[in-house]
Every structure is written in structure tokens, then in C-alpha cells.
């Protein structure tokens, strides 16, 4: 058995552990980060591992506890997870960047609840079986609620009693849905249950139906779909800069759940099922995109201008998926890094931004433009940053939408490419608003009041690294957009194609027990 | 028995829905709490309730499917019992941290009479 599949959940785990050991006083900010640095090359190596295999078109599946997948618990690594691992590290690696350069000292805990969240999120994309997705997510989420409230007070307590509420509640029609899957089906593996699902009898189809639906409205919700993603932008735009960065990826990990649960279960040979949900998807997917944009357009803060940005991506990637031929996966493949990368830019640089207004405003001296300390580097990030986000030529959101765009099927043209193109107006004219309104505009006179947090020095080296590294990230994607496009283009192959999944993770046969 | 699980399963999620929908933060975290028991009874009735027998093997008993009752919800339940019973324990200590820092138990953190601003005023800012 492959034992580098567990790795990634593994080595985390083991770093949170270790920083719980090491928070007291008396180690110092130095032995924590050197613990968490340490663990984040341990993981990189892990996950660069993996992805080189999984890159090869091999699917691997591991079996805790050597129990047989269609009874216990599987994790498998195909070329989607690999891909969703390497997303994840690459943020996470400039989010602790950025971090630590300040932020973990005054957040308790915070090593230790960044790399739970690192556990939650590679689980999450690891797992072979529904109901660990769900213990993955609320692995997740629990980090995410101590990251979003640790250090926090007044506003946000309330934004994060919204978040909790909210999400607490969809995780408990999560374990509705799996309670009617397993009784309609009596299996909780993914592979099983694809299966399965073909040959159900007509009789226990509605039921399964239902389970089904509100297993995808569960995902949608986690994935700020139209209805339900009233909760995200005040949450994101509350959250401290480097949490909110990594925030960025939590809605990506309901959108990979949609495209896991349909690609394996609702494919063409489920019979049925063949489909199931894909025309809700595509409209909502097309409603959403069209009212985020007009939220990016109307944001007073450029913390929720980003947020917006994020349903705006989320949204994207929601066409992308529920359209559901090779070349739209691929192409959404493509674009949810480089959206991820660029949206956690934004939210750094927002930071950056909000800290130098904070300090021109004690000083109190209304003067013109310049009175804004240091206004070059931050101003030309958020320009690269909006060129990128908004999917203008020569970087790769450009290359992603063009894909996209050029893959819709026919039956779809006119309204995809209205609502896709027509949202990336309005996403130009609220970034250039916003930059109008941050870089060349008197400060400190009309925006929403500053938070009075206390004094921090001007922006530290390491903090424009971080949000440079993000950006980099987005440059090298734009140079390698042709191997990284031709993987994409193989891993939708490999999700369009179930069989090989389902044949791997059965042929999977245990090593020492009897089946 | 299933009529009387299946209406307990029903008559506890509408509590619990409507309580989620009330404007109190505590209320909020009650019908939490009742819609979290629904589902683990509902999880739990989906291995098909059966009377008398046990979910491990025993002796002196056959080893067949007929003796035994589905082991596995069983063992779903306990872990949804878990994260359930958390997270109520940590929405109540945000909802009393929510309520001393705005001075409100409303959900949004000011009354609804109040005009929108007077909210941001006791918690300055966030």
C-alpha cells in the first residue's frame, strides 16, 4: 500500500500537536514558527510527492485500518485531490508567511488552528468515503471558527456567531443526507455508492433523490451558491487578513465536493441519476455570478469588494462544473487556483492597505496624494492583482476564461457568454472604483471608519513577500499555462471516465486481513 | 415503533426549525440542539431499528446478519453526537461573548427598533 496517501493529513496533525506543546510564553514566537515552518516542508515534500504520482494518471487508494473500501474507511488519491493539494499548500505557505509577521502572536493558538485547518482541508480532499468528508469538514470548520474569532471582539463575535450558526446548521443537514444515503443504499464509500446508484430500483429513487439534493445543497452552501452565500463576505472581510487569505480555499472545497459527487455518481451510466442536478447548478451557478457582481460593484470596503470577488470566482467555477464536458472542467481546473492565489493577494494587500490609512489617519495631516506612506508597491500590486482577478489579458484568468468560454456547449452560448463576460465588466468598474477611491483619493475622509486596532510599524518586508509570492504564483501559472492546461485537461479526462476510480478503489484488496 | 420514531424524528426537527428561525441567539442555540437530536435519531434509525439484539458479535450466538443490528450508524451517531454536543458548547460561549460585548442577544447584536448605527457604538468596531 502507498503510504505517502496519508501523509498529508498526517504530518499536519502532527505539527498541530506539537505546537499545543510549545504555545506557553516562555518558548517564544521562534521555536512555534520554526515548528510550523517545519512542518509546512515536511507537508510540501508530501504533497509534491503525491502530486508527481498522481500527475501520472495513477489513482491510488489506501485502506485505514486494512478494512476492505466497501466497509471501511478509504482514502484515494487521484489526479483532482493532487490538484486540490497543491492549491492548498501553495496558499497556505504564503498565508504563514504572511502571519508571521505578526499576526500569530496576538492570535491564541493560532499555530495549532492553522494546521488543524491544513488537516481538515487535505482530509477533505483525500477521502474516499462520504461520511469521512464530513468529519473532514467539520475539521475544517472548527479551525476556521477558532481562526476567525481568536483575538476578535464586538462586530465580529456577531459575524461569527452568523458563520457558526450557519454552518453548524449545514453540517447537520449534511448527516441527515448521509443518514437517508446509507438507508437507501447501505454504503457510505463514494466508489460503492456510485455503484449502486445505477442500479437502484425504482422504488427507493425518490428517496435517494432527496438525500442527494440536499447533499448538493449542502455543498452549495459551503460554496456560497445564490441563496446561501449571504454569510461569506461580511465573515471573509471581518477575518484577519492571513485567515481570511486562507478562507479563500474553504469555498473551493464545496465546489470540489460537487464536482467529486457528480462526476462519480451522476455520470452517464448512473441510469436515473445520469445528470441529476446539473441544470439547478448551471442556473443558480449563472444568478449567482450576475448578483456578486453587482456586490463586488457596490462594496464600500475593499475587504468585501474581495469577498465578493470570491462568490464571483465561486460562481465561475459553479458553470464550469455543472456544464460537465472535458473542456469546461478543464477549464474551471484551471482557473481555481489562479482565482484562489489572486483572491488571497487581494485580501493581503487590502491588509496592507488598511494598516498605512490607519497610520495617515492618526497623523491627521490632509494633505494630498501623498501623505499616503509608501503608496508605489501596494498600488502596483493591486493593479497586477485586479488585471488578474478580472481576467484581462496577458495573465492566466484571461487564458482560463477564454477556455471556458470557448468550451460552452452550444445550447448555452448566449447566456454563458453574456453573464461571464458581462460580470467581468462590472468586476473591472468596481476594482477600478476601488482604486480610484484608495490610491489617488484624499485618505481618511469618507470610507467606512477605520478599525482602531492598535499601532503597527509600516508594512514589514515579509508581508509584501507574502503577497508578492501569491502573485508570483499567478505569473508562473500564466508561463506554464500549456503543461498546466494539458494536466487539467487530464485529470477532467479522468473524472469524466468513473470507471477507472471505481475499478482502483475496489481492486484495492486488503494486505493482511481476510476480506 | 415506527410510527412513534418517525413522528419523535419529525415533531424534533420542526421544533428545531422554528426555534432556528427566532431573532434570540439563545433560542437560536436550542433549536440547534433539538434539530442535532432529530438527525442523530434519524441516523440511527437508517441501519433499520431492530428490538433486542446486539451490534457486536457474541457468543452463543449465530453469526449471522439475522441476529445482529447494523453496527455502523450506531457508530456514525456517536461521532455526530460529538461534534454536535461541541459545537453547541462553543456557540454558547460566542453567543455570551456576543451578548456582553453588544450589550444585545439578538441575533444581529442590536435591537430592531434601535437605528442600524447605534449598533456599532457599544462594540467599537470589531
Request: proline fraction near 3%.
Given at each position: 500500500?502507498?503510504?505517502?496517501?496519508?501523509?498529508?493529513?498526517?504530518?499536519?496533525?502532527?505539527?498541530?500537536?506539537?505546537?499545543?506543546?510549545?504555545?506557553?510564553?516562555?518558548?517564544?514566537?521562534?521555536?512555534?514558527?520554526?515548528?510550523?515552518?517545519?512542518?509546512?516542508?515536511?507537508?510540501?515534500?508530501?504533497?509534491?510527492?503525491?502530486?508527481?504520482?498522481?500527475?501520472?494518471?495513477?489513482?491510488?487508494?489506501?485502506?485505514?485500518?486494512?478494512?476492505?473500501?466497501?466497509?471501511?474507511?478509504?482514502?484515494?488519491?487521484?489526479?483532482?485531490?493532487?490538484?486540490?493539494?497543491?492549491?492548498?499548500?501553495?496558499?497556505?505557505?504564503?498565508?504563514?508567511?504572511?502571519?508571521?509577521?505578526?499576526?500569530?502572536?496576538?492570535?491564541?493558538?493560532?499555530?495549532?488552528?492553522?494546521?488543524?485547518?491544513?488537516?481538515?482541508?487535505?482530509?477533505?480532499?483525500?477521502?474516499?468515503?462520504?461520511?469521512?468528508?464530513?468529519?473532514?469538514?467539520?475539521?475544517?470548520?472548527?479551525?476556521?471558527?477558532?481562526?476567525?474569532?481568536?483575538?476578535?471582539?464586538?462586530?465580529?463575535?456577531?459575524?461569527?456567531?452568523?458563520?457558526?450558526?450557519?454552518?453548524?446548521?449545514?453540517?447537520?443537514?449534511?448527516?441527515?443526507?448521509?443518514?437517508?444515503?446509507?438507508?437507501?443504499?447501505?454504503?457510505?464509500?463514494?466508489?460503492?455508492?456510485?455503484?449502486?446508484?445505477?442500479?437502484?430500483?425504482?422504488?427507493?429513487?425518490?428517496?435517494?433523490?432527496?438525500a442527494l439534493g440536499l447533499l448538493l445543497l449542502v455543498f452549495c452552501s459551503k460554496a456560497a451558491l445564490l441563496p446561501m452565500y449571504l454569510w461569506l463576505p461580511e465573515s471573509y472581510a471581518r477575518a484577519p487578513a492571513a485567515v481570511a487569505a486562507l478562507f479563500v480555499i474553504m469555498t473551493k472545497v464545496g465546489l470540489y465536493s460537487v464536482l467529486r459527487v457528480t462526476s462519480l455518481w451522476f455520470d452517464a451510466d448512473a441510469g436515473a441519476m445520469s445528470g441529476y442536478g446539473s441544470d439547478w447548478l448551471l442556473w443558480a451557478g449563472i444568478a449567482t455570478l450576475a448578483v456578486a457582481a453587482l456586490g463586488a460593484l457596490a462594496a464600500t470596503r475593499m475587504s468585501v469588494l474581495v469577498a465578493y470577488l470570491v462568490v464571483v470566482s465561486a460562481a465561475t467555477l459553479f458553470i464550469a462544473f455543472a456544464l460537465g464536458n472535458a473542456g469546461t472542467i478543464s477549464a474551471g481546473l484551471y482557473y481555481l487556483p489562479h482565482s484562489t492565489f489572486v483572491a488571497a493577494a487581494l485580501f493581503l494587500i487590502a491588509d496592507l492597505m488598511r494598516r498605512r490609512r490607519l497610520q495617515a489617519d492618526r497623523r491627521r495631516n490632509h494633505e494630498l496624494v501623498a501623505v499616503l506612506p509608501g503608496k508605489t508597491v501596494p498600488g502596483l500590486l493591486y493593479l497586477f492583482a485586479a488585471v488578474a482577478v478580472a481576467g484581462l489579458p496577458p495573465l492566466a484568468g484571461f487564458l482560463a476564461k477564454a477556455a471556458l468560454l470557448q468550451a460552452v456547449p452550444q445550447a448555452h452560448t448566449g447566456v454563458v457568454w453574456a453573464v461571464v463576460l458581462g460580470s467581468s465588466l462590472l468586476v473591472i468598474m468596481g476594482l477600478v472604483r476601488t482604486g480610484i477611491r484608495l490610491f489617488w483619493h484624499v485618505p481618511g475622509d469618507d470610507d467606512a471608519a477605520p478599525e482602531p486596532e492598535p499601532a503597527e510599524a509600516p508594512a514589514r518586508p515579509f508581508e509584501t513577500a507574502a503577497a508578492c509570492l501569491l502573485l508570483g504564483y499567478a505569473v508562473l501559472m500564466t508561463v506554464f499555462a500549456a503543461p498546466l492546461m494539458r494536466q487539467t485537461d487530464a485529470i477532467a479526462d479522468q473524472l469524466l471516465a468513473p470507471d477507472q476510480y471505481l475499478h482502483d478503489v475496489r481492486g484495492t484488496t486488503p494486505q493482511v486481513r481476510q476480506p | 415503533m415506527e410510527l412513534a420514531l418517525a413522528s419523535a424524528i419529525g415533531v424534533l426537527a420542526g421544533i428545531g426549525i422554528y426555534l432556528l428561525l427566532r431573532a434570540r441567539s439563545f433560542d437560536v442555540i436550542l433549536g440547534m440542539t433539538f434539530l442535532s437530536y432529530a438527525t442523530n435519531l434519524l441516523i440511527f434509525s437508517a441501519g433499520r431499528p431492530v428490538i433486542g439484539k446486539a451490534p457486536v458479535l457474541k457468543d452463543g450466538v449465530a453469526t449471522s446478519l439475522a441476529h445482529y443490528t447494523d453496527p455502523l450508524p450506531q457508530a456514525l451517531v456517536l461521532t455526530a453526537i460529538v461534534i454536535a454536543f461541541a459545537m453547541t458548547a462553543v456557540s454558547i460561549v460566542l453567543a455570551m461573548r456576543s451578548r456582553s460585548d453588544n450589550h444585545s442577544d439578538h441575533v444581529d447584536a442590536h435591537e430592531p427598533e434601535l437605528p442600524a448605527d447605534d449598533a456599532a457604538k457599544p462594540g467599537a468596531g470589531a
Open positions: 500500500m502507498n503510504h505517502l496517501v496519508i501523509l498529508p493529513i498526517l504530518i499536519p496533525l502532527l505539527g498541530a500537536a506539537l505546537s499545543l506543546f510549545i504555545e506557553h510564553r516562555r518558548y517564544g514566537p521562534k521555536v512555534q514558527r520554526s515548528v510550523a515552518w517545519a512542518s509546512m516542508a515536511a507537508l510540501a515534500v508530501a504533497v509534491g510527492l503525491l502530486f508527481a504520482q498522481t500527475s501520472q494518471g495513477q489513482i491510488s487508494a489506501y485502506l485505514l485500518g486494512d478494512w476492505p473500501a466497501r466497509l471501511g474507511i478509504a482514502l484515494v488519491a487521484d489526479g483532482l485531490a493532487g490538484w486540490m493539494l497543491a492549491t492548498t499548500l501553495l496558499l497556505a505557505i504564503a498565508c504563514l508567511l504572511y502571519a508571521c509577521t505578526g499576526w500569530d502572536r496576538r492570535a491564541p493558538h493560532f499555530h495549532a488552528l492553522f494546521q488543524f485547518q491544513l488537516v481538515g482541508l487535505n482530509g477533505a480532499f483525500l477521502t474516499g468515503d462520504i461520511f469521512n468528508l464530513f468529519v473532514f469538514f467539520e475539521v475544517m470548520l472548527i479551525a476556521s471558527y477558532g481562526l476567525l474569532l481568536s483575538g476578535g471582539r464586538g462586530l465580529r463575535m456577531r459575524i461569527g456567531l452568523h458563520y457558526v450558526v450557519f454552518n453548524v446548521t449545514a453540517s447537520t443537514l449534511f448527516l441527515i443526507a448521509l443518514g437517508m444515503l446509507y438507508a437507501t443504499l447501505g454504503s457510505l464509500n463514494m466508489a460503492e455508492i456510485g455503484q449502486r446508484i445505477a442500479e437502484l430500483p425504482p422504488s427507493h429513487l425518490k428517496l435517494a433523490k432527496a | -
